[in-house]
Each structure stands twice: as C-alpha cells, then as structure tokens.
C-alpha cells in the first residue's frame, strides 16, 4: 500500500516561511498536490504539479506565496510557502492521483487516489 509520507510543518509567525515535503512518491502516477483542511472546514485544493512534465497549478488564495515541485530523483514533492497569514493555518495533506482524467478534476478531493496522514501548520503571533 502506497503511504505518502509529509513533514515539514510547524509553528511560525505571520510574514514568516515553511517547506513542507512529500516523499516515498515511487509509483506510477500522473500528478501530486498539497490540499488543507482548517478546523470546522472542508479540504481544500491548495496546489498540484504534473510529475511528467511539472505543470503547475495553484488556489487563487496562495498564489504568489506558494511554490510546488517535485524531485524525481528522489521521488519527492515540496510545497515553499511564504508571506504566511493566519488564514493558511491548518493540516496539509499531500496527495498523488495516478490518470490524466482524474487530474483533469484535481480541484476535488475525491479525484485523488492516495494521501499522506497529514501534517499540522500554525500562523500564529
């Protein structure tokens, strides 16, 4: 069974940065994405990455502030994550979905195949 695996959460300041990681990508898959989920709130769509060719997409609410890749080589993803605001405080969740069609739906959490156990960040003064 696939286990994605995440780290890199933490407390940090507003204005202040993280870099969250996925590992043990090492199946066949088509793109990788990071969604959050705050307390009381649905799982949302955060950032993808195709991991053939590294098309990026990203939520209205993170761009210019957030940054996916992906390293083959070492079949890892990270999300940068700057400018931090209370707002992105929440679990992160990394995720890989294995078809083009579901990709093409990637803004919804069901179109996933596989998910990491999560990972806590916290904006805080």
């Known amino acids: 069974q696939v286990q994605l695996i995440e780290s890199g959460g933490g407390l940090v300041q507003p204005g202040g940065s993280l870099r969250l990681s996925c590992a043990n990508i090492?199946?066949?898959?088509?793109?990788t994405g990071w969604f959050r989920q705050a307390p009381g709130k649905a799982r949302e769509f955060v950032a993808s990455?195709?991991?053939?060719?590294?098309?990026?997409d990203y939520a209205d609410s993170v761009k210019g502030r957030f940054t996916i890749s992906r390293d083959g080589p070492s079949n890892t993803m990270y999300l940068q994550m700057n400018d931090l605001k209370p707002e992105d405080t929440g679990a992160y969740y990394c995720?890989?979905?294995?078809?083009?069609?579901?990709?093409?739906?990637?803004?919804?959490?069901?179109?996933?195949?596989?998910w990491g156990q999560g990972i806590q960040v916290i904006v805080s003064s």
């Open positions: 990455i195709t991991w053939r060719n590294g098309v990026k």
């Open positions: 995720a890989a979905t294995t078809t083009r069609d579901k990709y093409f739906g990637r803004q919804s959490s069901s179109n996933w195949d596989y």
């Open positions: 090492n199946f066949a898959l088509y793109g």
